[in-house]
C-alpha cells in the first residue's frame, strides 16, 4: 500500500447525539466527526487524498488533475492537498464561464489551483480531467489524474483505514459496537473503502447508505466494485454481499435539498450544533432519521462528512426553513 500524505488529525471524535435523542427517542444516534478531520474544511476528503497525494509524491509526479460540479467538496481538499504537498493542481468543474463560484471553488482557486470550466454534463467530468492530464503530459509535466472524489480502489484505502479506527474507538469503550452506520453515496469512494474496511475489521456493523446523485442500482454496484478491488489491494477478505444497503437520497437534484432534508439540517443544527451540507450531509441525515423514527435497530452511527463551506452558504435556506425566531430571539 502506498505511502500516506499526512493530512487529517485522526483519529477524528465520536460522540452520543443525545439531545437529539431526547427529542426523537428510538435508537439512540452517534456522530462520528469526519468534519473534524482538522484538514482546512476538508472534512471527510482529507482521508482518501492521504493515500493518493502519497502514491503521486511516491511516483514524483508534480501536478494533481481533478475535478468537480460547482459544490463540491472533493475539488476544494484537492486543491489544498496540492499546495501544502508541492504539486500543482489542475480542476475541471461544470461552472458555465461569467457564472460566480461558490465557496467550494473559490477555496480551489484561493489555494491556487487552475480552474478550467466545461460545457459538459457532471457524469462527463472524468474523462474531461483524462483529456487534460495527457495535454499537460505533453507539455511536460508528470500529472496524476484523479476521478471525482478521489474514488479509486487507492482513494477507498483511506476510508478502509477510517473502519479499523471506528473498531478501535469501539474496543477502547468510546462508543457501543454501532448496529448500523449511515453515510452519504456521492461518488463512492467513501462508503466502499468503509465496506472493506468492516470485513477486515471484527464489527458486525451494517453499512446503509445515501445516494444522492446515481440511481440506487447504480451507486450499489459502483460500491461493491471499488469495495471489492480496495480489499483486494490491501490483501484483506471481500466484503460479504449482505453487509450493507443503499436507499435513493436524490430528492430533486444533485445538491438541492429537499423539505425533510432541510428539516433534517434544521434539527441537527438546534439539537447538536451540527452543520450539514445540501449535497451530502442534508440528505443522508434525513435518511439517518427516517431509519430511527421507523424503528430500526440501533445503536446508530451518523458518518458526517462535512461539508462545511457548502453548509454556511445556505445558512440562509437553512433559516428559512426552521422558521420565526422563537420569542426573545430578536433584539428589539
Not at 164 to 171: I, N, S
Amino acid at each position: 500500500m502506498s505511502d500516506r500524505a499526512r493530512l487529517a488529525v485522526l483519529p477524528t471524535p465520536v460522540h452520543p447525539a443525545e439531545r437529539l435523542h431526547a427529542v426523537l427517542g428510538g435508537a439512540p444516534i452517534w456522530i462520528k466527526r469526519d468534519d473534524l478531520s482538522g484538514f482546512g474544511v476538508a472534512g471527510n476528503k482529507a482521508r482518501p487524498l492521504e493515500f493518493l497525494l502519497g502514491d503521486a509524491l511516491r511516483r514524483s509526479r508534480d501536478l494533481l488533475v481533478t475535478g468537480g460540479g460547482p459544490d463540491s467538496n472533493f475539488v476544494a481538499a484537492a486543491a489544498l492537498a496540492a499546495r501544502v504537498t508541492g504539486l500543482g493542481c489542475d480542476v475541471v468543474t461544470t461552472v458555465a464561464d461569467g457564472a460566480p463560484d461558490g465557496a467550494n471553488l473559490q477555496l480551489a482557486r484561493a489555494a491556487g489551483a487552475r480552474l478550467h470550466r466545461v460545457a459538459h454534463r457532471r457524469e462527463q467530468i472524468d474523462a474531461a480531467v483524462e483529456e487534460l492530464a495527457a495535454r499537460r503530459s505533453v507539455q511536460g509535466h508528470r500529472p496524476v489524474a484523479v476521478p471525482r472524489g478521489g474514488s479509486t480502489p487507492l482513494g477507498a484505502a483511506g476510508f478502509a483505514r477510517a473502519a479499523g479506527e471506528l473498531a478501535d474507538q469501539v474496543a477502547s469503550g468510546r462508543l457501543p459496537e454501532p448496529a448500523v452506520i449511515t453515510i452519504a453515496v456521492g461518488s463512492g469512494g467513501s462508503a466502499a473503502g468503509l465496506l472493506a474496511g468492516l470485513a477486515a475489521t471484527g464489527l458486525r456493523s451494517r453499512l446503509l447508505g445515501f445516494s444522492v446523485s446515481r440511481p440506487p442500482a447504480e451507486a450499489d454496484a459502483v460500491v461493491r466494485r471499488l469495495a471489492t478491488d480496495c480489499a483486494a489491494a490491501a490483501g484483506t477478505p471481500p466484503p460479504g454481499p449482505d453487509r450493507w444497503e443503499i436507499h435513493d437520497a436524490r430528492g430533486p437534484g444533485f445538491g438541492v435539498a429537499g423539505a425533510d432534508d432541510r428539516a433534517a439540517a434544521v434539527l441537527a443544527l438546534r439539537t447538536e450544533g451540527l452543520l450539514l451540507d445540501d449535497t451530502y450531509g442534508a440528505k443522508a441525515f434525513a435518511g439517518t432519521l427516517r431509519h430511527v423514527r421507523g424503528g430500526g435497530p440501533g445503536p446508530v452511527l451518523y458518518w458526517h462528512t462535512g461539508g462545511l463551506p457548502s453548509a454556511v452558504a445556505h445558512l440562509g435556506d437553512t433559516a428559512d426553513a426552521a422558521g420565526p425566531p422563537e420569542r426573545g430571539g430578536d433584539p428589539l
